[in-house]
């Protein structure tokens, strides 16, 4: 059984893979959100709704890839502070959302 010392070197000696996939992912759905938005014939509604799911997407894979979000020894502070964050994004998404279609 390896001691948390054990665990800390051995984790900063191998290649950051979780890193690069996270990278790759976020630019992967950044791209494919870019061609739905300039180059398909979408109505408009569904362009922005496949366009906040793939944000949404990436937001969680940016959480878990880099910032490390099953890492931590208090857990339950981590998610409370996930879950308000969360609640922050979507009322300021929606709210933004609303603003722009209230003339």
Known sequence: MATNQQKT?????????SH???FIS?????????????YTDFALSVK?????????????IQLFMFMHMTE???????????AFAIF??????????WVMNDH
């Open 9 to 17: 070197a051995e984790s900063h000696n191998h290649f950051p893979w």
């Open 20 to 22: 690069v996939i996270g």
């Open 26 to 38: 976020s630019i992967v759905l950044t791209l494919v959100a870019l061609w739905l938005g300039l």
């Open 48 to 60: 922005i709704a496949v366009v906040f799911t793939l944000a949404f997407l990436q937001a969680g």
């Open 72 to 82: 931590s020894e208090s857990g339950n502070v981590q998610v409370v502070n996930t």
């Open 88 to 97: 922050v994004a979507v009322v300021t998404v929606l709210g933004s959302v």
